[in-house]
């Protein structure tokens, strides 16, 4: 089975730092791209970054190109999502996510507040 545990939400003021973690388990995480999506209160969700299988490629939304960092560590099954210089419209449910040609898997997701 699938499982994907987001963990490191946290409640910050504008201009402080968040670092997000997923570990993923029941899959062979090091042979797929890794996603972050977020979703804000009563907006839809919005991609945020991608990571390819060797961490060699990264994407990121324009909203947050030079302020967040995606990283994996495939010996630790782990993606993580290092946020800076965070903003109010930064603040959301941030969900790890990863597809394969038949699903699309999500963690419970892990909540980011900005806030002063």
């Known amino acids: 089975e699938v499982q994907l545990v987001e963990s490191g939400g946290d409640m910050v003021q504008p201009g402080g730092s968040v670092r997000l973690s997923c570990v993923g388990s029941g899959f062979t995480l090091s042979t797929y791209d890794m996603n972050w999506v977020r979703q804000a209160p009563g907006k839809g969700p919005e991609w945020v970054s991608a990571i390819a299988p060797g961490g060699g490629s990264t994407n990121y939304a324009d909203s947050v190109k030079g302020r967040f960092t995606i990283s994996r560590d495939n010996a630790k099954n782990t993606v993580d999502l290092q946020m800076n210089s965070l903003k109010p419209e930064d603040a959301a449910v941030y969900y790890c996510?990863?597809?394969?040609?038949?699903?699309?898997?999500w963690g419970q997701g892990t909540q980011v507040t900005v806030s002063s």
């Open positions: 996510n990863v597809r394969n040609v038949l699903n699309s898997y």
